[in-house]
């Protein structure tokens, strides 16, 4: 099993916009929902925004929604996160994971929290204000 590696991260003023990309091995996309995750210091790791590999559908915590997209390249074996709109709260150590392969139903993010596995290598995102 490879780890996913997230990469993309940087520092940027607040208002500015990243797109963080997560490579990660075939087994991984093979898994039910896959994630992006992020921790910043002193906090508990939390959910950013997750998708069905199966039919696409997405899920977003509710400070990021309408600022963060999350989308799936197959064909690339590739976990994308695009930022926008971003806000010095959202500097953290981001991650990609995928669930379990046990798991089947629904990817919502806090019906899957404590479920996700394979976590590599993250990338830092710094906002500016």
């Known amino acids: 099993q490879v780890q996913p590696v997230a990469s993309g991260g940087g520092s940027v003023q607040a208002g500015g916009s990243l797109r963080l990309s997560c490579a990660a091995s075939g087994d991984s996309f093979n898994r039910y929902c896959m994630g992006w995750f992020r921790q910043a210091p002193g906090k508990e790791r939390e959910g950013v925004a997750t998708?069905?590999?199966?039919?696409?559908?997405?899920y977003y915590a509710d400070d990021v929604k309408g600022r963060f997209t999350i989308s799936l390249v197959n064909t690339e074996n590739s976990l994308t996160l695009q930022m926008s709109s971003l806000k010095p709260e959202d500097t953290a150590m981001y991650y990609c994971?995928?669930?379990?392969?046990?798991?089947?139903?629904?990817?919502?993010?806090?019906?899957?929290?404590?479920?996700?596995?394979?976590w590599g290598q993250g990338t830092q995102v710094t906002v500016s204000s």
């Open positions: 994971a995928a669930v379990v392969s046990v798991w089947r139903g629904t990817c919502d993010i806090q019906k899957t929290r404590g479920h996700y596995v394979d």
């Open positions: 998708i069905s590999t199966i039919d696409g559908r997405t």
